[in-house]
């Protein structure tokens, strides 16, 4: 379970599109892993499941995929979806039944504790933000105006506040608007989610499933193996899957 | 089509439990059905499709359903979802799926115009605070703590605006909050549901349905035949129903 | 000092209007006052000065100012100002200023702990809205529409939030808005400036000052002896007060 | 009047320290001045007082204040403050005089229009945001934990929507929180600050004034000839010196 701070974003290499490719460089000694993709590795190797709950590139490699179906062993991620996200993937299949069209969604983070000031490197950043915005996209089907800032505020310490601001139009292009708060402690909010995973995937290992597990996509901002974004999808199928695993177990 | 203003509260009477009894008393010119009701007879008694759009009375009578079956006739209600319940019933889910208990749910709806003139009148407020307190419980499954206010603020005209502030509980009883404002256009909300509602009972009448519509769900704050609120299962039921109302017709 | 629960509102009697008359009542047996001015009379009487943090009627008759002036004893009053209303008094001269008039300020207040315990019962919340609306009226220089509601939340513990909603009015008829949320510990707020209020009171005191004390209108809601609600004027006025006392001290 | 779009940030130079200095650059045909200092040159020389209220360099340089001098040409700036700054130097000495220790301050601004597509130019934003961060600063009396965005969206026309969120500290430590949401026309906020500080500048021009008038702060974000950002001193501040100017004239 890759619980770390969010690396940098990482250059993608030839040696990432195969298992033999990737063998190679690493015996040759070069650098073509980032720490949390090593990890992966090293726990897939071993037989065990990795989960990576950050948007760090971790098993997200089609060498680590081809690696965790040959030792049969399921693999899930990335990035917790705690806060804004899961608001944003709770609002937005709203605003697609009703055919408000979303104009454009800003956003603002304010956190404090270690994840916080990992994120004031903008190299880190970049990659969560990467993962904010790909779910929005997603989840509604079309483009909008969306920018997200993060902010490290030291005196936030454990918790997390969201601003969020939604501009959207309705019936004879009259423009309305919707905003929220979100006042979460990240741990709190994260822990669970965890303890979750661990028994999922580790259900999924012994019912004999490998490689990326899209069921799992409930969890996170930015799901392996599918683009459902939408929240209570997600969760039919987390529910629907998790009863199936149960009764061949 | 009811979109008049909202009734206040009119007592039960024995004399809508069924169809002979109800025209007894009309017969006998007793004023047992307000004018919601009297309109809902006098559509369905004419073999008319009829849908209250507010949380006014309307064919919501044991003995209305009878006419309405015997007449073949489709009715839908009641009292259109179009702000801060839609977003309650898009949120509750959320809380609920990820076992988020919510500890409270306090709102403060301010609008003008001519619904906001009416429901500044405490009985006729009293129909619509009923009708919103109802569908959050029944979302959540549990009763919570949820004051809703409703103030006629003359300057906001046609436009509403909702505060609501959600507390809830997390991981080993972590306290958390979430607020949101909606800024809405109540007129621009309500206009393409109210010809969607018109476009559907229309469609189910020629379909051959009868009686209350639950699959119309989606559309309304407190829907007649049913307690599903979660606006997504809603959008699920209309859009499957919608489709085999299609086909045959 | 009165910190307890604020009363429910007592009614003007003639006994009030003078000491002979209330001593004529008081000796006659007659309950002519509510427990918080029998506490201001007994304070005054033995020659303490008495300050009231809540907007029960406590000192605020002409009798007990006569029998203040009598025994040479200042008091201060009433409503301690410690959130929703701090904050309108702080930004209604900025609306005032900038002559962008307010057409309409509606506010909710949540809280939890034994004052929003015995707030919850109507009678107790009327004495405080009253003392709420008066501010921000006296504050601007004219009527606005500013409905506000307090709301019992047993989850909100010691804690109070308030949402407000202002409506405003710029160059030729534009109509814009802000809103503010306040999330404070009611004792935490309250405390200091029960601290400050015990020692400028005594310092008073033993300068000479005897009956109503304006200067002290920083502290207060409904202040006693002035209508100047505009906070940065009652500091300025405050300040330049004290640093007399001390000098005269 | 200066109220073309916002100029990136321009390198300080020798030749803007003294009036000498800077013919001598002009002559020799170097590019010292930006296009700002060269209106604000042409309209002091030629005996018209100038106002600049964007953050641009305009006449805020000492060769220009001796021109200013030397021509008996009064001048005013910079950076109209009109939002968020406005409510921010409304709050700050509420916080101040109730000794509500400011931990961070933080904001996002949303704008579209001309002004937030040139905002959207990171130099030409980051002068906006140095006159920005400034009077936060300086009206508290000690720096706190301040960020601030300007993002731009196409869709808000010439609306502005500015979040802030306010971490403060009260007795015992104990955290608190304020938040804010202003909504405003920017055009129907600045139109009559133009309007006004045209007739002032004329009328301390006619009562004989010369170079920056510190006495105008109460429009200005970064106000020239003075560090006083408290809205209601300044206001206090400029009432008194009209008055005096129309007295004389």
Same mark, same amino acid.
């Given at each position: ?11 993608? +290499? ?23 993709? +090593? ?160 028994? +999922? ?43 199936? +695993?149960?009764?061949?177990?």
């Amino acid at each position: 379970m890759n619980v770390s701070s969010t690396e940098g974003l990482f250059a993608k +290499l030839a040696a990432h599109n195969s298992l033999d490719k990737l063998n190679a460089a690493l015996d040759a000694g070069e650098a073509v892993l980032p720490p949390s993709s +090593l990890y992966a590795y090293a726990a897939i190797d071993a037989g065990f499941p990795f989960v990576d709950f950050t948007p760090s590139t971790g098993a997200r490699l089609p060498a680590l995929e081809e690696l965790a179906i040959e030792r049969g062993v399921p693999h899930a991620g990335s990035d917790g979806k705690t806060g804004e996200t899961l608001v944003k993937t709770a609002l937005a299949p709203m605003f697609l039944s009703r055919n408000l069209r979303v104009r454009s969604w800003a956003g603002l983070n304010l956190l404090g504790g270690g994840d916080g000031l990992s994120l004031s490197e903008p190299n880190r950043a970049a990659a969560k933000l990467e993962s904010k915005a790909r779910s929005l996209d997603e989840a509604l089907g079309y483009e909008t105006d969306h920018p997200v800032h993060i902010d490290y505020l030291e005196d936030m310490g454990q918790w997390k506040t969201a601003w969020n601001h939604i501009s959207f139009e309705g019936f004879m292009g009259t423009s309305m608007k919707m905003q929220f708060t979100w006042e979460g402690c990240d741990s709190a909010l994260a822990a669970p989610l965890v303890i979750d995973l661990a028994r +999922l995937t580790s259900l999924a290992h012994s019912s004999g499933k490998s490689g990326a597990l899209p069921e799992l996509a409930f969890f996170f901002k930015d799901p392996a193996g599918t683009e459902e974004h939408r929240l209570s999808h997600q969760f039919h199928q987390l529910v629907t899957w998790a009863g199936q +695993l149960t009764k061949r177990a």
